[in-house]
């Protein structure tokens, strides 16, 4: 074992406090990440506060991880000290089922391995990147395109890939119409990968208070959805809608801005449920849907797409210490649009 630092919170209503983890030794196809920066992503705050099932405590957030590779095991192939490289949500999967064996990890029939908050399959409680080193299978590992800096880079493995993934699955191409509601780490590099792809983007904020920012970010239309007219005024318009709100809202109200076969597809993961009327998706056939991040594959063809379109997040750099602060931030929707430790920060403590 190998002891490293890190910031862990210690019960569902705890701060962050600076501690040490183990690391396991190397397996021959692993790697020893150097972690540079890690993204704060809203999961982080719905797992460590116990919101979707309970954890253990003390427990180190972070799957938004990039780093520089800074040892490698004796089988590995694909990468070499020095490299620089993401690590996602997951760290592992059975790697043997159907979904597995088609580059869809994230829907691994036995469970894929969370990056924290799981038990892997050499014993330990997983923890992820708010930490200095973290120890991978390299299979579970992708590469950083060099134009794009590994601050910046960090959201993309998790917020760009969960909006690249369904945008990619569901078309969203030019012609097609294509909504985000919630415009929040996932929502405005939904907003910057649907423009990429050549779609009319628009976007269903709580308030227009970031309207000139969305519109920056590449949205064509802005409505405020605290507006009753919003839904009046596009009733049956949008091929496909994103949902990225991380509380329980309404989902009747945004079904019926579906046009006729569109699509809301739901990656805000609230604890609480979210009833659908049978009639909301009768009437135009309309699917209602949920996407779970990417798999590997896909990830590593998200951060080459955002390399070749320039595209990267919209952050707020901070210190190790100021991840409570964040988080309260993240809780008020005053993020702009992605918070990410600088794990140098760290290695003062
Ligand atoms: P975030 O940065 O907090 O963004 C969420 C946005 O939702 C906010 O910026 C806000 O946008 C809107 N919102 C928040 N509370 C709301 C409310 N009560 N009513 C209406 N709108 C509200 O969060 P995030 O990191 O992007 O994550 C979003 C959700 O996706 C979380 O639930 C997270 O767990 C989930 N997630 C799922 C996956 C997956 O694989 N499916 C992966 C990552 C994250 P406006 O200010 O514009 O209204
Ligand atoms: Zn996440
Ligand atoms: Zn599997």
Redesign the pocket.
């Known amino acids: 074992m190998v002891t490293v630092k890190a910031h862990a919170i210690f019960n569902p209503e705890g701060s962050f406090q600076a501690t040490t983890i183990e690391r396991r030794e190397l397996e021959p196809n692993d790697v020893l990440v150097e972690i540079k920066y890690s993204g704060?992503?809203?999961?982080?705050?719905?797992?460590a506060r116990g919101e979707?099932w309970d954890v253990q405590y003390p427990l180190v957030p972070g799957h938004e991880i990039t780093g520089i590779v800074s040892q490698v095991g004796a089988k590995v192939t694909k990468y070499a000290i020095g490299d620089r490289v993401g690590v996602g949500?997951m760290v592992d999967s059975c790697r043997e089922c159907a979904s597995c064996r088609n580059d869809q990890e994230?829907y691994c029939h036995n469970g894929y391995t969370l990056t924290y908050a799981a038990n892997d399959r050499y014993g330990q409680y997983t923890q992820g990147g708010y930490s200095t080193h973290i120890v991978v299978s390299e299979d579970f590992v992708v590469r950083i395109p060099d134009n794009l800096p590994l601050d910046k880079a960090a959201p993309l493995l998790?917020?760009g890939?969960?909006t690249y993934s369904p945008l990619r699955h569901w078309n969203a191409a030019p012609g097609k119409k294509v909504a985000i509601?919630?415009?929040?780490?996932?929502?405005?590099?939904a907003v910057k990968i649907a423009r990429a792809m050549g779609a009319e983007i628009t976007?269903?904020?709580?308030?227009l208070?970031?309207k000139e920012d969305?519109l920056r970010l590449g949205a064509d239309h802005y409505y405020a959805?605290s507006n009753p007219e919003t839904f009046k005024e596009l009733a049956s318009s949008f091929d496909l809608i994103i949902n990225?709100?991380?509380?329980?809202?309404d989902i009747n109200a945004y079904l019926s801005l579906l046009a006729l076969d569109g699509t809301l597809v739901?990656?805000?993961?609230?604890a609480e449920p979210m009833p659908v009327n049978a009639f909301s998706l009768i009437g135009l056939r309309r699917s209602f849907a949920?996407?779970?991040?990417g798999g590997i594959r896909e990830t590593q063809e998200m951060l080459d797409f955002c390399a070749e379109h320039q595209i990267a997040p919209e952050i707020e750099v901070i210190a190790a210490n100021q991840i409570d602060e964040a988080w309260e931030r993240?809780?008020v929707?005053d993020?702009r649009?992605?918070f990410v430790i600088d794990i140098s920060t760290m290695q003062s403590n």
Request: with cysteine; proline share 2%.
């Open positions: 704060i992503c809203h999961s982080d705050i719905h797992t979707w949500c994230q998790c917020a890939i969960t509601v919630g415009l929040g780490g996932l929502g405005h590099m976007v269903l904020s709580q308030t208070n970031k969305g959805t990225t709100v991380s509380a329980s809202i739901n990656v805000g993961a609230p949920g996407s779970s991040m993240v809780l929707s993020v649009y992605r």
